[in-house]
Each structure stands twice: as structure tokens, then as C-alpha cells.
């Protein structure tokens, strides 16, 4: 059905759905220290409650994603819903940290139905550049997220503990399941769904994988995703640990990169779209990431003697920002090449951000909590293997990239 419109309504769910894990992530790293001090944990002990949640959310998207192509969107969108909603409830009682880390990943594993089934109802609907638009307008909303939601944890630090965060998501997940039963239509009809079990979702992704383009497309996409989160995971420790700062204007500082992102991804959507060709745009949004993450490293390491906080947090506004450009376009790009498989791309691509993420998330804390090396390492690192897929196994400048290939 592409180009067919949704309405408002529909759209904000799709965007209640994204947000999901930035919600999950986001409202939480402000309360990263005082974990590790209710635990009398490590650092790195405490970002694994991180890891857990994001590879969880990398590794339930294989098994939604199928599931969604064989019985349609809406069965295991609302199962998973609620099974986020019980994990998250235990969250908040859990009695120590490696209890925690469990059920932060049974969080991890229900939270990716909205991940992956709102991006294969993109796909039921849209094609080509209406895509890559309603991609953006996605980020727009869903990127309101990541600016609520650490003011939020930093307000709620205030007149409770780190578990009442974990209450207030759970309070979140009932409306957004409320909502989703009551207003999300089916948007795969059931003569386009597939009837295999195990075995044909395994053969699809494989016959995906082996698409020398869509894989690029993946790695470049899960990598850039990989610089981001290694920023996400490191900066409560990096901005109020090694530069003193508040929760409060920590999350002023998060809320104003996540502004940047929206921004941008807006300027990808409403103004390049159509004008400018997808590769361009992601080609330059990974660039950008690049010359920010390198320095940042220049910075860490004192090659301009000692920074303050201003000028590390504005490597990290224009890395941030630049994933406006790089996240929607490589999901549009690698989607495009899918018609008849969308949910199972829809689970490869966010399965290779989080799971490349949950990897490059605890290196970030590797040499303890008073550097920002470590950080500036994996983040340039992510970006140059990014870079590297996207020309070596995209290779833009080829005509023959734009051609949809059938699974």
C-alpha cells in the first residue's frame, strides 16, 4: 500500500512506539550514579543494566519481526507491550543489581515489538522518498523523547529514587497499550503475510543478509547507532562525574543534543528529501559524526591542554546532530530493498543497532569513571567502520544501488 496517508492519531503512536527506547534508556542515566551507589556497584557493573536492556531490545527483534510478517502487526505489538509493562514494574523492586541487569533485559527483549513493528507498518505503508519523509517526521516526534525524558528523571530524582523512574515507565507503557488497542489499525493484510514458520524466517533473513547493499546499508546504520549510544551510555558519568555538573543540567545538556537531532532530521526530511539524494545526505551525516568524534578524542586526551565542559559538549551537540542525517536514511535505504519482507529487515536493522550497541556500551566505561578517553575511542571507532561499510559495500556512486531487490 504505499503512499497511502495515516492519520495524526496513527502517526503519534508510531511515535509513542519509537520512543520507546530512549524512554526506556534516557530517563534512567540520570539516576546511573545513584544506582551505582544504592548497589555499591562499579560503573561498569551499572552500565550493564544499559546493555542488558539494549541487547534485549536487539535480540526480540528477530523473533517479533517474523512473527509480525506471519500473523500481522497488531498480536505481537500488544503481547509485547504488556510483558515491557510487567518486566518494567519489577524493575523498580528489584533488591540488587545483578537481579537488575535481568530484568532489564526482559524489558530489553518485550520493548523491541514497538521498535520493529512500528517500522514495518512505515514500510506496509510508504515507499521511496514518502518514506524517507515520514522516517523524519517520525524522528520528530519520537525524538521529543530523549529531550523529556532525562528532565523528567532529573525531576523525579527529586522527590523519589531510581525506582520511582522505573514506575513512572511502567505508568507510560499502560497508556501507550491502551492507546494501541484502541486506535492502531492492521496495516499488513493477510494475503501479503507469510505462511512459514522458523525455518522460512531464517531463509528471508539469510536471502536479506546475502544482499550485498542491504547489509551495507545495516552496518553502516548499526555502527552510527553504536557511536551514539556509546555517547548515551558514557555521558552521565563523563558530564557530571568528570565535569561537575547536576543531574538537572545534565539533562538540560541531553535534551539540547536530542533538540539537534530532531532538528536535523527535520532539515533531512522537509528540505533535502527529493532534492538531494539519500547517499549524499547520509554520507555527509556520517562524515560529520566523524570529524566530531575525532575531537572529541583530540580533546580527552589534552592535545589542547584542559577543556572545560563547553567545549566537549559541543563535539557532542554537532555528533548528535548529525545522526538527523545518518539514522533515517540508512533505514530508508536498506527498507527500500524490501517490499515483500519488511518486518523481518525491520528486526535485522534494529537488531544490528542494539546488538552493536549493547557491545560498544560498556567499553565506554572500561577504564572507570574519571576519563573520557575510552569514549572518544569507541565513538571514533564506530564512525570509521560506519564510513567503511557505507563505500565499500553500498558504493554510492553505483547506479545499480537504487534498484529494489525482491525476498
Known sequence: MPGRTTGLLVTLVLGGLTAVPPLSMDMYLAALPQVADAFSAPAATVQLTLTACLAGMALGQLVVGPMSDKWGRRRPLLIGLLVYIAATAICAFAPTVELLVAFRLLQGLAGAAGIVIARAV?????????????????????????????????????????????????????????????????????????????????????????????????????????????????????????????????SILFGVNSIGLIAVGQINGRLLVGRVSLDKALGVGLGVTTLAAFALLLMTTGVFGEVGLLPVATALFVLMSSMGLAMPNTNTQALMRTPNAAGSASALLGTSQFLIGAIASPLVGIAGENTAVPMAVVQLSCALVSVGCFVGLCRPWQASRTEGAEH
Not at 193 to 222: C, E, I, K, N, W
Not at 234 to 246: C, D, L, R, T
Request: neutral net charge.
Open 122 to 250: 512505515v514500510r506496509d505503508l510508504y515507499d521511496g522518498v514518502d518514506m524517507a519523509r515520514f522516517f523524519s517526521t517520525l524522528m520528530l516526534i519520537s525524538g521529543v523523547a530523549p529531550v523529556v525524558a532525562p528532565v523528567i528523571g532529573g525531576q523525579v530524582l527529586q522527590f523519589t529514587d531510581w525506582r520511582g523512574i522505573f514506575v513512572v515507565l511502567t505508568a507510560i507503557g499502560v497508556l501507550l497499550t491502551f492507546v494501541v488497542w484502541r486506535k492502531l489499525p492492521e496495516t499488513l493484510a493477510p494475503e501479503r503475510r507469510h505462511d512459514g514458520g522458523v525455518g522460512q524466517a531464517l531463509r528471508t533473513m539469510r536471502s536479506l543478509l546475502a544482499d550485498r547493499v542491504f547489509s551495507g546499508y545495516l552496518l553502516a546504520g548499526g555502527f552510527a547507532f553504536a557511536t551514539l549510544f556509546s555517547y548515551v551510555s558514557a555521558s552521565p558519568f563523563v558530564v557530571q562525574e568528570i565535569y561537575g555538573a547536576s543531574p538537572q543540567m545534565f
